[in-house]
């Protein structure tokens, strides 16, 4: 069983997706954050780049990911869902 997946996919927008991307696990989420990022990289994105790595190495929930992934997201302003 996969223990960084989301129960609930993450769409954001994406250039490089048409417009939209939906993120199904942590793994997918860090990979977003650390290529496709739109925005600055504050505190809350270093955040959910730790969150993401801890849900991965399966030290920390994936929905503590999610969470944090969701937190930084909110400053970019690129949540669909």
């Not at 942590?26 to 650390?34: I, K, N």
């Not at 400053?75 to 869902?81: G, K, P, T």
Request: with cysteine; net charge positive.
């Amino acid at each position: 069983m996969q223990h960084d997946r989301f129960d609930n996919p993450i769409v954001v927008k994406s250039e490089a997706e048409g417009g939209q991307q939906s993120l199904r696990t942590a793994r997918e989420a860090r990979d977003f954050l650390l290529t496709s990022w739109p925005g600055k990289k504050s505190e809350k994105y270093r955040a959910a780049i730790q969150a993401c790595h801890d849900a991965e190495l399966g030290e920390k929930p994936a929905m503590a990911a999610r969470r944090a992934f969701m937190t930084a997201s909110r400053e970019v302003d690129i949540i669909l869902n």
